[in-house]
């Protein structure tokens, strides 16, 4: 029988490289599959912030409307409120008796200075038994035919300015008449007390004296 030479020191396969290529490319699987996840979990996070954020942001902004709705309201009606007391005075103001200038000096908030009080007092007749002055003197002898409210403004919760337009006309003792009516611009500051307004100023367009829009030449 033949002998067949069996070859020595036949080079053994590298199984070894085999094996670790395989595992490389397992690794290399599994740090793509992390890596997606990771960019899906952080969609997922960015877009869900993103629409918590829209919706706080569309609730804020729907709060500030209601409370600004809800100022502007208390705002128009406190307005109106003051104007009120405005129309009361000026309404008065057109027939003048005794009766009408106690009740438009009672509008008023107390006389506070010097000047005020001493004008205040020549009014009600301080010092001659309580005869009053107010429309019975050449300076305060007038009637109010018309008045338009001009302007408003109110700022603060407690504090409005209406600027008014009376048509006023002088009594003249001469002609025992009254003379030709003319526009007179007069300011009202008016304050609130509690919850009622009252008129602080009446004032002319040349003096801020508390009373000098009965007088206002």
């Not at 009606?77 to 009361?88: D, G, N, R």
């Not at 007749?125 to 018309?146: C, H, M, P, Q, W």
């Not at 007069?186 to 367009?205: A, C, H, P």
Request: proline content about 2%; aromatic content about 12%.
């Amino acid at each position: 029988m033949e002998e067949k030479n069996i070859p020595q020191n036949q080079p053994k396969r590298n199984t070894e490289t085999t094996s670790g290529g395989g595992g490389s490319k397992v690794c290399l699987w599994v740090a793509l599959v992390i890596l997606i996840l990771t960019l899906i979990t952080l969609a997922v996070v960015f877009f869900g912030c993103k629409y918590i954020w829209k919706k706080a942001t569309t609730n804020l902004n729907a709060t500030i409307s209601n409370l600004n709705q809800n100022v502007n309201s208390n705002s128009s009606a406190e307005l109106s409120a003051a104007e009120k007391i405005v129309t009361q005075f000026e309404d008065l103001n057109k027939t003048h008796n005794d009766v009408n200038a106690k009740t438009m000096l009672s509008l008023f908030t107390p006389a506070s200075t010097s000047a005020d009080k001493e004008q205040y007092d020549f009014f009600v007749g301080a010092d001659n038994g309580g005869i009053y002055r107010l429309f019975a003197t050449n300076s305060t002898s007038y009637k109010v035919s018309e008045y338009e409210v001009l302007s408003q403004e109110m700022p603060s919760n407690n504090q409005a300015t209406f600027g008014v337009r009376e048509k006023r006309s002088y009594y003249n003792n001469v002609n025992s008449s009254y003379g030709e009516a003319k526009n007179y611009t007069l300011t009202f500051q008016m304050v609130k007390n509690g919850t009622n307004w009252q008129i602080d100023r009446y004032m002319s367009e040349d003096s801020d004296l508390k009373y000098s829009g009965f007088v206002p030449d």
